[in-house]
C-alpha cells in the first residue's frame, strides 16, 4: 500500500462538528420568530425587503470577492445574516434602491473593503443603516402602521410615528409627553407597534436570542448587561421626571434594543472575546443607548452605540486579557 | 472527597466503547520479524547505541545507555539478531536513529534489570518513562530536589478513543497500587491521591477495595478533556496552581500516569525492564484491541494483527485524537510512550476545511490554559514571535482544545507547537538581557 495516501495533518484530529457556515445559519433560524412577525405584520412590504436584501448583499458579496479575485465565500452564510438584519434595520416598505444602497455599503465598503470575514471593525447590518439614515432621514423614517397584514394585506400602507419618536418630538416642542396611550407595553412586547422591519415584536427576538444561548452560539453577558444598563438608568430618569420620557419597561421593549441587544451587540467580530470585556462592553452600549435616547437628537440610539463600542472593542480586547493558568503578576 | 475543578475544557465524543470492554491481549513475538528500536523514545538526549551489527541480544538486554541527565536506557524488546543500525521514521521529527532487530524463535526468558540499593537507579536502568504519552524519564521525576508532599496517580485517560490505561487499571489494580506506594516510601510522601474519570466506575470501584488497606485518597473526575493535564489534575484534585512555567514540584506534588506506576512496580518487583506496554488499536480496523506490544513493533504488523484495516483508512494516528500525531507511513514502530493507534476513514474524519477567524471566542471558551487563542494565532500567521511571547504562548500545553472547538477550523494548537522553539530564543534573549 503506497504511504502517501495518508493524510497528515496537525493534532487535534477529531473536531466539533459546529462550522461557520453552521454558526451563522443557527443565527438565521434564531431571527426567524422575527421575520414570521414582520411578514405578518407587513406582509408583502417585509417580504419584498427581505428578498432585495438577500439577493444584494449575496450578490455583492461575490462579485467582490470575485473582483478580489478570491474564493468565492457566500456559502459561509455571514453575507446572509448581514442582509437579513439590514432589512430588519429599514423601515417596513424602502425603495429598492435605498436597500441597494444600504447593502453596498454593509457589504462592500464596511466589510470587503477591511478583508472580508472577520475582518471588519464595525457590524456591516449597522453601518448601513446608520448610513442611510444620515443619508436619507425622510426615506429611513418613513414608517407605515404595523397593520397592513390585517387591512388589505398590499398596498393601502398607512403612515405614522414609532412610539420614541413621538416622544422624542413632543418633548421637543413642548418640554413634556403630550399624547396619552403611546406604546402599550403589551403591543410592544408582541410587536404590534410601528418601527424597524425586525425590531418590533420583543417575544419574538427573546424567543431568538434566547435560542442562540441556549445553543451556546452567544453568551449572555452582553444582552444581559446591555438590557440591564438601559432599565436601570431609564428607571432612575423616569422615577425622577415621568413626564419627559417612557418608563423603562417601553424603552426595553420599544425600538431596537432588543434586536441590538441580542443579534447586533453580540455581533462576534466586533466585540470582545472575553467575558469581562463582554461586561463592560454591554454596559457602554447601554449607557449610550440610554444617553442618545434621553439627550441626543435621535429618538433611537442602539445603532450608534453599538457602533461607537465596536471601536472601542480592539482596546478592550488589548487591556482586559485575563492572567493565563498560573500566571505570576510581575 | 474534594474536587475543584479547571476552567475550560472541552468534551469531544469519547468513543471508548469498541474496546473498554475488552482485556488486554499479548501480541506474541513473530520469529524472523523485524523490530525497529529507535534509541530516542523520550524527550532528552538519544540514548547511546551498545549493540554492533550482527550481535545477538536477548530480550531486556541493554542496547541504548542513557546519555545525559534527560535520558533513558533502552532494552531489547524481544531476544535476536541485530541487522542494522539505521534510521527509523518516527512520527514527529521524521526519522531518528535505532536498531532493527530480527526476532529469533525463542523468546523464552528476559534479562532482569541491575536492581540497585537506589530505588531510583533500578528505574533508571530499568528505562522508565512517563507512559501517558510525554515521555519524561521516570527516574528523573523521581529525583526532586524539593519535599514534595503529594504523589498523584494519573488515571483520567481524558484522551477519546484510549483505552489502555482504563484496562491496565482493571487488570494490575493492586500492581498500580503497589507501584505507587514503592514511590510513596522511598520519596518519604505523606499523601498519595489517584485520580480516576468518572465515567469509568469499574476502575473507581476496583481501587476503592484498597482504599483502607494502603491509605490513599480516590477522586472521581470530572468527564472532560484534558482533565489528565498535570496542572489541570493537581488543581482538581488539590486545587493548588502551579505557576506559569513552573513544574507540579513547585507546588509539592508529583504526578504519575497509572502505567508508569505499573513499570516501576514491575521492575523493582519483578526486575522487568520497560521492554513491552499496552496500546489501544481501535477505529477503522477489523478487531479493535487493548494489546500488550513489544516497544518496536511496527504499525503495519500491530494492525495487521487487530485483522487489518476496516475499509479505505485515510488516517493513522499515534496517540490519542487531540494530541496524537498522524503518521505518514506504517513502518513506524511502537515506542515506549504510544498508548494508542487509531485509524480514520475519510467519512471518519471532519470537515477541515479553513476560513478566517470570526472572533467568536470559543477557543478563549475553552482554553483551560487561560488563553487567547484567536489573538495568538494572528501573531502565529505574521509571525510575531515577540507578541506571541508577551501573550504566554509559552503556557500552552498544546491540548488542543482550542483548534477542536474552532468553527472555522483555525490550526490553533498546531501553530502555538511549531512557534515555541522561536518563541523560546526570544525569552532567552531576554532572560540573558536581563542578567547580562
Ligand atoms: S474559535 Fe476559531 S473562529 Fe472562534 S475566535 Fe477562536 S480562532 Fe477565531
Ligand atoms: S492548545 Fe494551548 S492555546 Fe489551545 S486550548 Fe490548549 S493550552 Fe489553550
Known amino acids: ?330 | 472527597m474534594p474536587f475543584f475543578g479547571f476552567r475550560g475544557g472541552v468534551h469531544p465524543d469519547y468513543n471508548k466503547g469498541a474496546t473498554s470492554g475488552k482485556p488486554i491481549e499479548v501480541m506474541p513475538v513473530k520469529e524472523g520479524a523485524l523490530y525497529g528500536v529507535p534509541l530516542a523514545q523520550h524527550i532528552g538526549a538519544p540514548a547511546k547505541a551498545l549493540a554492533a551489527k550482527n550481535q545477538e541480544v536477548k530480550a531486556g538486554e541493554l542496547i541504548g545507555q542513557s546519555a545525559g541527565f534527560i535520558s533513558a536506557n533502552i532494552h531489547a524488546p524481544v531476544s535476536g539478531r541485530v541487522v542494522a543500525l539505521q534510521d527509523l521514521p518516527h512520527p514527529v521529527t521524521g526519522k531518528t536513529a535505532g536498531i532493527v532487530i530480527e526476532a529469533a524463535g525463542d523468546q523464552s526468558g528476559i534479562v532482569p534489570v541491575n536492581v540497585s540499593a537506589k530505588f531510583q537507579e533500578t528505574v533508571l536502568n530499568a528505562g522508565i518513562v512517563g507512559l501517558g504519552g510525554a515521555t519524561f524519564p521516570t527516574n528523573v521525576k523521581l529525583s526532586p530536589p524539593k519535599k514534595v508532599d503529594t504523589l498523584l496517580l494519573n488515571g483520567a485517560e481524558c484522551e477519546p478513543y484510549l483505552t489502555c490505561d482504563h484496562r491496565l487499571m482493571l487488570e494490575k489494580t493492586e500492581e498500580i497500587i503497589k507501584g505507587a506506594d514503592i514511590i510513596r516510601k522511598a520519596l518519604n510522601i505523606e499523601n498519595l491521591i489517584i485520580g480516576i474519570e468518572e465515567n469509568k466506575p469499574d476502575a473507581l470501584a476496583a481501587f476503592g477495595k484498597f482504599v483502607s488497606a494502603y491509605k490513599f485518597e480516590l477522586i472521581p473526575l470530572e468527564v472532560k478533556y484534558p482533565q489528565g493535564g498535570e496542572k489541570q489534575l493537581i488543581k482538581a484534585c488539590l486545587n493548588r496552581t502551579v505557576p506559569e512555567g513552573m513544574l507540579p514540584l513547585e507546588v509539592g506534588v508529583i504526578v504519575h500516569n497509572v502505567g508508569t506506576c505499573l513499570a516501576v512496580f514491575e521492575a523493582a518487583e519483578n526486575k522487568k525492564p520497560l521492554i513491552e506496554r499496552v496500546v489501544t488499536v481501535t477505529g477503522a480496523v477489523k478487531e479493535p484491541k487493548n494489546l500488550l506490544v513489544r516497544i518496536g513493533t511496527p504499525v503495519k504488523d500491530i494492525i495487521e494483527y487487530c485483522g487489518g484495516f476496516l475499509g479505505d483508512p485515510r488516517k493513522v494516528v499515534m496517540g490519542g485524537p487531540m494530541m496524537g500525531f498522524a503518521l505518514s507511513s506504517l513502518d513506524v514502530p511502537m515506542m515506549k510512550g504510544t498508548s494508542g493507534i487509531l485509524v480514520f476513514r475519510s467519512e471518519d474524519l471532519p470537515d477541515l476545511r479553513q476560513c478566517s477567524c470570526i472572533r467568536c471566542g470559543r477557543c478563549v471558551d475553552v482554553c483551560p490554559m487561560g488563553l487567547i487563542p484567536s489573538v495568538m494565532d494572528r501573531f502565529v500567521v505574521k509571525e510575531m514571535y515577540e507578541a506571541l511571547a508577551d501573550w504566554h504562548v509559552m503556557n500552552c500545553i498544546e491540548c488542543g482544545c482550542c483548534s477542536y472547538d474552532c468553527p472555522s477550523r483555525r490550526n490553533l494548537a498546531g501553530g502555538f507547537k511549531t512557534s515555541k522553539r522561536e518563541v523560546m530564543k526570544i525569552l532567552k534573549a531576554r532572560e540573558a538581557q536581563k542578567n547580562g
Not at chain 1, 428578498?51 to 459561509?76: S, Y
Not at chain 1, 404590534?192 to 452560539?217: E, H, P, Q, Y
Open chain 1, 1 to 330: 500500500m503506497a504511504d502517501n495516501k495518508f493524510l497528515v495533518s496537525f493534532s487535534p484530529h477529531t473536531r466539533d462538528p459546529l462550522t461557520t457556515d453552521k454558526v451563522m445559519m443557527l443565527v438565521v433560524l434564531a431571527l426567524l420568530p422575527s421575520i414570521l412577525v414582520s411578514v405578518y405584520v407587513y406582509g408583502f412590504y417585509a417580504v419584498k425587503t427581505y428578498a432585495l436584501a438577500v439577493i444584494f448583499c449575496l450578490g455583492l458579496e461575490a462579485l467582490f470577492l470575485k473582483m478580489r479575485r478570491l474564493p468565492v465565500t457566500v456559502r459561509d452564510n455571514s453575507a446572509l445574516v448581514t442582509a437579513i438584519l439590514l432589512a430588519m434595520n429599514m423601515p417596513p416598505s424602502p425603495p429598492w434602491w435605498l436597500v441597494l444602497a444600504g447593502s453596498f455599503v454593509a457589504i462592500v465598503i464596511s466589510k470587503q473593503v477591511f478583508g472580508g470575514l472577520g475582518q471588519n471593525p464595525f457590524n456591516p447590518a449597522l453601518v448601513g443603516r446608520v448610513f442611510l439614515l444620515i443619508a436619507w432621514p425622510a426615506e429611513m423614517t418613513s414608517w407605515i402602521e404595523a397593520s397592513t397584514f390585517k387591512s388589505g394585506f398590499m398596498f393601502d400602507a398607512v403612515s405614522t410615528a414609532t412610539p420614541l419618536g413621538q416622544v422624542k418630538s413632543e418633548i421637543i416642542s413642548s418640554g413634556h409627553i403630550v399624547s396619552t396611550g403611546i406604546a402599550d407595553v403589551a403591543d410592544l412586547f408582541l410587536g404590534t407597534v410601528s418601527g424597524c422591519l425586525g425590531g418590533d415584536s420583543a417575544l419574538a427576538v427573546l424567543i431568538g436570542g434566547l435560542f442562540l444561548i441556549w445553543k451556546r452560539i452567544i453568551k449572555w453577558h452582553i444582552p444581559f448587561t446591555y438590557l440591564a444598563t438601559v432599565f436601570l438608568l431609564t428607571g432612575l430618569y423616569w422615577l425622577i421626571s415621568p413626564e419627559k420620557t417612557l418608563n423603562p419597561v417601553q424603552h426595553l421593549l420599544a425600538g431596537g434594543l432588543m434586536l441590538g441587544a441580542f443579534f447586533m451587540a453580540t455581533d462576534y467580530v466586533t466585540c470582545p472575546m472575553t467575558v469581562k470585556g463582554q461586561v463592560l462592553f454591554g454596559f457602554g452600549c447601554g449607557l449610550l443607548t440610554v444617553v442618545i435616547r434621553l439627550f441626543g437628537g435621535y429618538p433611537e440610539g442602539v445603532a450608534f452605540s453599538i457602533l461607537i463600542m465596536n471601536a472601542v472593542t480592539p482596546l478592550i480586547d488589548n487591556y482586559m486579557r485575563p492572567a493565563s493558568f498560573g500566571e505570576v503578576k510581575s
